[in-house]
């Protein structure tokens, strides 16, 4: 099972125990202050005048940050950058941030180790823990260059929260350049903000002369208290991309796992229990049957006993599930698990560009919601259901055999008359309360809602299922006798062109009862409906007499409106630009139709466009292939990508590096370790030939894994 929470060693950013009173020693721990639910600490880094180990070589880096807690002797990988290729003195685009709930304190101890990576094909940044002292274990693909380290606290308190460290050998002694760490505040307006980083080196590809500017925050809206209480386990990723004008703009990625994966699951499974319990009682409740439907209701009630039992058995398992809130794709076969969707995330990106207003954009990640437990050798949800269908129509269920279609409408009716039931009552209620304090505005209002609610009751009845499913019942009674067998008004075309059954009767009835009368079933409803009539005239009456004791209070003004104030609500929109939204929403609907029709295969653009559409309207964002790992990450990096392009101004030359440095490592890959213990997308050559090009992922970061 891989619900359970992933060990120290595995997991990318995990969380450290949280020090214990009577395992820190003398240790004083000083907590970082900062607001509420942002994370505890962000910055970016920046290394000048690398040496190379020789002097052709053009060094393509990165740098390693880990943790060391002062209650612990081990030192903990976090994160890394990504690989800046060619230059002597790189600027990483990928910052460090950890989140709220991680156990980092002024006294941590962050250590940054730069290496010069050969071969980015066998690159792969694992974490784990290592003796405090130890160097770092040989890397395939990547040499030592230097490391330096420093406490939280030092950071904190130093001047404008920045440090240049000096690079060290693995023995102390040489220096082999500078590493410079800032501490990053998104949403907070800096002092004299710019950062003046100029490089012509070729693998940079163009001057950057940054300046940090800092508009509204959307702190305040970030910090929604449900959504907080639901999401746990963040993963939070820092980065910083040029704009078209040569200014900074930050991304903060966020992917988060929900308690809801398990809750709602649960509450669901639970309903499903009391339904069938309910449906069992009314079987039960229907009385004396003859030998053959009292032979079909017991095989419904064993069936529906042993759903309950296997509800019952799963729910039990799931309550007994703690830690991790998701399902690993590696799980997805697991019967105890089926309900559970698999690898469900919310993946967030938070930008805060210059002279635009902070953004959010969520997008939920989940795996196909298939019955991956069940297996797919006998077909598929469609398929299956297509034999059920059959198979009621060849058993002795034939005789109460309705469509999908009708059964789907059978659902309808019982749901209108549900809740139109006490909605009824409850309008009788306030009828009866208007009239006792002689309200004649309420008195209608009431009568209203009351006549509406009981007209739309005795349509749900006498619809035409309902009069079948009496007269079905009926003929199921011992010496019931139906002179039309029971058929549905609108099945008439889809039952087959033979002659009707002859009327079923029971042999082995007792005494007939009378024939059903359907004429009576119509009286009962004309009855209701003179006593409606009787309720409205009373009414009438009620209000015919208090007004003549009102007498007549100056004329009725009723109609009498001004024109004007209707025009001006017609003709003079709220927002101008709400005709633009339209006008582009229609083109964009007319360009998902002309994809959707063109022939055309992998046709990504339709992806594309219906995401778009979807987050102009505000709507809820899935995305998700077989285990909303591989081929979802692909496609989530690139809609942040884009979105930073097309409304953020990201500069052109740096769009493949954002998307590698998020797909390389951003929160995407991380989800990819927490599923399969392995940072790497399960892709092969072969597969990645027939991908779209932005549908590849970065050198060094797919091969081989198990899944």
């Known amino acids: 099972m891989e619900i359970k929470e992933e060990g120290a060693s595995e997991e990318g950013q995990h969380f450290l125990p949280t020090p214990q009173a009577n395992d820190t020693g003398d240790f004083q721990l000083t907590s970082i202050q900062k607001p509420p639910n942002e994370p505890q600490l962000e910055f970016i880094l920046a290394c000048k005048d690398l040496v190379a180990p020789a002097r052709d070589r053009k060094l393509n880096t990165l740098v390693q940050v880990s943790v060391i807690h002062p209650a612990e002797q081990g030192l903990t990988r976090y994160s890394s950058t990504e690989i800046v290729e060619g230059t002597r003195d790189p600027l990483f685009l990928t910052g460090v941030t950890f989140p709220s709930e991680y156990p980092i304190y002024e006294e941590s101890k962050i250590k940054l180790t730069v290496y010069d990576v050969k071969d980015k094909s066998h690159d792969t940044v694992r974490t784990s823990v290592l003796p405090e002292q130890k160097d770092p274990l040989p890397e395939i693909g990547r040499s030592f260059l230097g490391y330096a380290s420093f406490k939280v606290g030092e950071l904190l308190k130093s001047k404008e929260q920045l440090l240049a460290l000096s690079l060290r050998t693995s023995d102390g002694g040489k220096v082999v350049g500078t590493i410079e760490v800032s501490v990053v505040k998104m949403g907070e307006i800096e002092d004299g903000g710019a950062d003046h980083i100029t490089t012509d080196v070729q693998g940079q590809k163009c001057a950057l002369v ?108 799931l309550s007994k599930e703690t830690g991790s809130s998701f399902k690993s794709s590696s799980s997805k076969g697991e019967k105890t698990l089926e309900f559970v969707p698999i690898n469900l995330h919310l993946q967030r990106m938070h930008v805060h560009s210059p002279h635009l207003k902070d953004a959010l954009y969520d997008v939920i990640t989940v795996g196909a919601p298939a019955a991956h437990f069940q297996g797919f050798k006998n077909g598929g949800l469609r398929k299956l259901l297509h034999r059920f269908e059959t198979e009621r129509r060849n058993t002795g269920y034939q005789f109460i055999y309705y469509s999908p279609e009708n059964t789907a409408k059978a659902k309808e009716v019982l749901s209108n008359i549900n809740q139109l039931q006490p909605l009824i009552a409850t309008h009788a209620d306030l009828l009866l309360n208007s009239a006792s304090q002689h309200s004649p505005d309420s008195l209608k209002n009431s009568l209203k809602m009351l006549s509406e609610k009981t007209e739309l009751f005795v349509h749900a009845f006498k619809d035409q299922l309902v009069r079948s499913a009496l007269l079905a019942l009926y003929t199921a009674r011992p010496g019931g006798v139906l002179k039309k067998p029971p058929s549905p008004k609108d099945s008439t075309e889809e039952s087959c062109p033979q002659d009707p059954p002859p009327p079923m009767r029971r042999q082995d009835s007792i005494p007939h009862h009378s024939d059903y009368d359907e004429e009576e079933w119509d009286r009962v409803w004309a009855n209701v409906g003179k006593s409606l009539n009787c309720v409205i005239a009373m009414v009438d009456k009620l209000i015919e007499r208090d007004s003549g004791s009102d007498g007549s209070n100056g004329g009725s003004n009723d109609g009498e409106k001004d024109p004007s104030v209707a025009d001006s609500v017609i003709t003079h929109p709220r927002d101008i630009s709400h005709f633009q939204e339209q006008n582009d929403l229609k083109g964009l609907l007319e360009s998902l139709h002309q994809n959707i029709q063109a022939k055309k295969r992998k046709n990504v653009e339709i992806m594309w466009l219906a995401a778009t559409i979807c987050r102009k309207l505000n709507g809820i964002r899935f995305t998700c292939c077989k285990s909303a790992k591989d081929r979802t990450s692909m496609s989530v990096t690139l809609e942040q990508c884009s979105i930073l392009r097309d409304e953020h101004q990201l500069h052109k030359d740096f769009f493949i590096r954002a998307l590698d440095c998020m797909r390389r490592e951003g929160c995407r890959i991380e989800n990819v370790l927490k599923n399969v213990k392995c940072r790497k997308y399960a892709f092969n050559m072969l597969q990645l030939m027939a991908f779209p090009k932005y549908y590849r992922p970065p050198e060094g970061t797919y091969g081989k894994a198990d899944t």
């Open 210 to 317: 940054c300046e940090c500017t800092a508009p509204e925050s959307v702190s305040g809206k970030e910090n929604l208290p449900f959504l907080n209480a639901v999401l746990k386990n963040p993963v939070c990723k820092l980065y910083r991309f040029p704009t078209s004008d040569n200014k900074w703009m930050r991304i903060r990625e966020q992917m988060s796992e929900s308690i809801l994966s398990f809750h709602i699951p649960k509450e669901l499974i639970s309903l499903h229990i009391k339904e069938d319990l309910c449906r069992n009682q009314e079987l039960k409740e229907l009385g004396e049957l003859s030998p053959h439907w009292d032979n079909l209701r017991k095989n419904v009630l064993t069936h529906c006993d042993q759903m309950v039992n296997m509800y019952q058995d799963i729910l039990t398992e």
